[in-house]
C-alpha cells in the first residue's frame, strides 16, 4: 500500500520502533486486516480517511496477517479486521470486526484522542460523542441496508441489537447467518450474550432497579438484573462486583445464579485481570 503521513505498514521487523516507541508519544492502531477479508474493505479505508482527519492525533499501522503470521500469533488474532490500541508502548483497548464509524469516533473520543489542528500553537477542539444503544444500533441497520451483500455486518447488527436488549431479533439474525460465519468467534460470543439478554425481556430499566436496590438491598432477583444490564452495556466491572455481591448475600438464589452468572460473563469479557482477580474472589467465596 501507499503509505500516507499518519499511515504506515507495519511488521515483526521493527515493530518495536516503529509502534512501540511511537506510541509513547502518539497513540497508534494497529489495524490486523487481510486482503480476502470483505469487512476489511470497508473499515480499512475508513480508518485511513479519520488518520488523516485526525492529522496526527493518532497513527495506523497495518499488519498484513497474510504476511505477518507472527506478529498476527503475537497478538492472539483469531479474526479480521481486529484493531488494537497501543499508547505508551502497551495495548490498552481493541475491538474486533468493522465498526460504524460513529463507534470507531467514539471509541477515539473515549481514549482522549482527538484530532489536531494544523496551526501551531492552537489547542484541539476535544469533541464529546456519545452514542446511546439505540443510535449505535441505527448505525448497524444503516451499515446493513447500504451494503445488503455484506453478510458480515450482520454481526455488527446482531451486537447492537444484544446491546439495546433487543434479544429476539438478535437470535433471529443469528439463526439467518451464513454457516461460515456461525462459528465466527463474535458470533459464538453473540450466542453466549443471547442468554443473558433473554433475562432481560420485560425486565425493568437500570434506573427503576437502582431504585428497587436502594428500597431492599436484598432484592437479589434486582441485583441479578443490574448486573445483566450492565454486563450487556459493556460496564463489565460493575457486573461482575454484582453477581459477586449476590454470592455474597445469597448462594441459594435461584441455585446460585451468582456464580453460574459470574462463569457465562468470563466468556464475554476481554480483560484478562479482571477475570483472573474475580475468579479469585469467587473461589473464596466458594471454598
Known amino acids: 500500500?501507499?503509505?500516507?503521513?499518519y499511515v504506515f505498514d507495519a511488521g515483526v521487523e521493527g515493530f518495536e520502533?516503529?509502534?512501540l516507541a511511537?506510541?509513547?508519544?502518539?497513540?497508534?492502531l494497529v489495524d490486523f486486516w487481510a486482503t480476502w477479508c470483505e469487512p476489511c474493505k470497508t473499515l480499512g479505508p475508513m480508518l485511513e480517511k479519520l488518520a488523516e482527519e485526525f492529522n496526527g492525533g493518532f497513527l495506523l499501522a497495518k499488519v498484513d496477517v497474510d504476511k505477518e503470521h507472527q506478529l498476527a500469533g503475537y497478538f492472539q488474532i483469531r479474526s479480521v479486521p481486529t484493531v488494537m490500541l497501543v499508547k505508551d508502548g502497551q495495548i490498552v483497548d481493541g475491538f474486533p470486526g468493522a465498526l460504524p464509524e460513529g463507534q470507531v469516533r467514539q471509541f477515539l473520543t473515549h481514549h482522549g484522542i482527538a484530532p489536531r489542528e494544523a496551526v501551531a500553537g492552537v489547542e484541539p477542539e476535544v469533541v464529546e460523542l456519545t452514542l446511546s444503544p439505540e443510535d449505535q444500533l441505527q448505525a448497524a441497520r444503516d451499515a446493513v441496508a447500504n451494503a445488503p451483500d455484506n453478510a458480515e455486518l450482520k454481526l455488527d447488527l446482531i451486537a447492537a441489537l444484544l446491546q439495546a436488549g433487543i434479544a429476539d431479533e438478535a437470535e433471529?439474525?443469528?439463526?439467518a447467518l451464513p454457516a461460515n460465519l456461525a462459528?465466527?468467534?463474535?458470533?459464538?460470543?453473540?450466542?453466549?450474550?443471547?442468554e443473558f439478554?433473554?433475562?432481560?425481556?420485560?425486565?425493568?430499566?437500570?434506573?427503576?432497579?437502582?431504585?428497587?436496590?436502594?428500597s431492599d438491598e436484598n432484592n437479589h432477583r434486582a441485583r441479578y438484573l443490574l448486573g445483566v444490564r450492565r454486563l450487556i452495556a459493556g460496564d463489565h466491572a460493575a457486573a461482575v462486583e454484582g453477581f459477586l455481591e449476590l454470592m455474597r448475600r445469597d448462594r441459594k438464589f435461584d441455585e446460585d445464579r451468582g456464580r453460574k452468572s459470574l462463569i457465562a460473563?468470563?466468556?464475554l469479557i476481554d480483560d484478562a485481570d479482571l477475570v483472573s482477580r474475580t475468579r479469585r474472589q469467587m473461589a473464596a467465596l466458594i471454598f
Open 1 to 5: 500500500m501507499t503509505e500516507q503521513a
Open 265 to 267: 460473563a468470563f466468556a
Open 172 to 175: 433471529q439474525e443469528l439463526d
Open 197 to 214: 439478554a433473554k433475562a432481560l425481556r420485560d425486565a425493568p430499566a437500570e434506573q427503576a432497579l437502582m431504585a428497587a436496590l436502594a
Open 183 to 194: 462459528t465466527d468467534d463474535r458470533a459464538k460470543r453473540a450466542r453466549s450474550q443471547l
Open 17 to 19: 520502533t516503529t509502534v
Open 22 to 28: 511511537k506510541s509513547k508519544e502518539t497513540p497508534v
